[in-house]
């Protein structure tokens, strides 16, 4: 049985440590998502030379022929929805902004707690169709990567190629190492060598659970890395900044 001076350095070890974990989180994420919604809005400087944003990638009706908003809002639902209901980031938002658990150790605030099985957080369940619809960006982006190569004279390099290619490679680890793929490719089989090509997703799995590891590092790296690949190509498109050509 802990002492009382064990329990009373427990209770002020977790009080503690909540808020170091929460203020990292509602900054990151509440920054990231008001840059996100006024650049969403904008529908401007979102393309420069060979150089997309990813905010408005892939680019539908841009001359607002059948659309007259910022033509990001016509795909903004597709990302936006797989980040929102990702495992990780619903443990990360929860916490930081809903104080419900704020830390693992700490009870729930409501007694008639009923986690997501209910209106409106069961609708966090469609995470894997999000992830299903989340191959068809990256595809889009990998495009726009490959594009960035291609500059009017020729091939070339420029420093947006650089950030454009490794926001992709960030966002494609991110989504390799989603729990729900890890999960579809193996996570919910008892017996591989009793399963259809068993050895495959074996190794499939093997490669997802190692990924899976860093999917934290994935999420937040990723992140960060869309928000700058977007605002480099809105300081470039602006005349703000030159790009610098590497070849």
Not at 157 to 184: A, M
Request: hydrophobic letters at 50%; glycine letters at 8%.
């Amino acid at each position: 049985m802990a002492s009382a001076s064990q329990t009373a350095a427990y209770n002020a070890a977790r009080t503690g440590s909540w808020w170091s974990q929460i203020i990292p989180v509602v900054l990151g994420l509440g920054g990231f998502s008001v840059y996100a919604t006024f650049r969403a809005f904008e529908g401007a400087l979102f393309q420069w030379g060979p150089y997309l944003s990813p905010f408005y990638s892939p680019l539908i009706d841009v001359h607002h022929r059948y659309w007259p908003y910022s033509p990001a809002l016509l795909i903004l639902g597709g990302p936006l929805g797989f980040r929102a209901t990702c495992y990780y980031y619903r443990k990360a938002y929860y916490r930081a902004f809903f104080l419900d658990p704020p830390a693992c150790a700490a009870p729930e605030r409501r007694r008639n707690y009923a986690g997501e099985t209910r209106f409106p957080f069961i609708l966090q369940n469609v995470h894997r169709y999000f992830m299903y619809l989340a191959i068809v960006f990256l595809v889009f982006l990998w495009h726009d990567a490959i594009k960035a190569f291609a500059f009017a004279e020729g091939f070339g390099i420029g420093l947006g190629t650089l950030v454009l290619l490794v926001n992709v490679i960030l966002l494609t680890l991110y989504f390799f190492s989603c729990h729900s793929l890890r999960h579809l490719v193996g996570g919910k089989l008892d017996c591989f060598s009793c399963a259809k090509a068993g050895g495959m997703r074996h190794s499939s799995w093997r490669g997802a659970s190692l990924l899976n590891e860093h999917h934290m590092l994935f999420a937040w790296s990723s992140l960060f890395s869309v928000g700058f690949a977007d605002f480099y190509v809105r300081l470039v498109a602006s005349g703000a900044i030159r790009d610098l050509r590497l070849l």
